[in-house]
């Protein structure tokens, strides 16, 4: 796992969007996990920048995004459907049918969460997956608790979450208390993973990632078993490390 701490958020995010950029560039058919939320509109920012001015070609980019809320329709303003094609999608030239969101509408979840596995597996697994982490350590809306080797599945949402999330609706009662989530071992199945966070309201879950023991309390610190995992922060979100990072990976150069 690598640890780079980059001054601002603008580097964070720039940082994270040549890295999925360099993914896109070697593999044009690359198997994309995104992420929703504050954390990474910066990102999507960048690579919507790079689609403009340096022709970075989404055509045959697949995708999969971790999670969405059971409950709202795709047009609703808080849907993470509705979240990707505004911040996203609309912007580049991506095929909406390689576009996979899940369904917070589906008849019967449980097996549209089979079917999302299914789907990750028949385009081939995901060549990288951008995270995100929550105050309380979640990763996607795997909580605080959840299996690490969960599969895509409904999970009841923390209150310290649906608190965290209560900002982009109109009061309590209207932030979604389910969601459909990629699970912990759908996540760790990724060939690469590129977790972001920013801010010193990320601090304390930052510094139990990095610095803590693996545990299903803190979720997110699961990413300590990948073989290929970057963590990306910036100043505020690792204020509480204990130990030195650098700002840029560490580039092994053989002879
Ligand atoms: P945020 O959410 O990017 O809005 O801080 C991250 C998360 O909850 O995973």
Redesign the pocket.
Known sequence: MEVIIKETYEEVSKFAAELIADVIRRKPRAILGLAT???PLGTYKELIRLHKEEGLDFSRTVTFNLDEYVGLTHDHPQSYHYFMWENLFKHVNINSKNVHIPDGTAKDIPGFCRWYEEQIVKAGGLDIQLL???SNG?IAFNEPGSSLGSRTRVKTLDEK?RQ?NARFFRNMNEVPKYAITMGIGTIMDARQLILLANGAGKADAIQKTVEGPITAMVPATIVQLHPKATICIDKAAGAKLTKEYPAEPRVLVLS
């Open positions: 939320g504050s954390t995100g982490i929550g979640h979450t965290d």
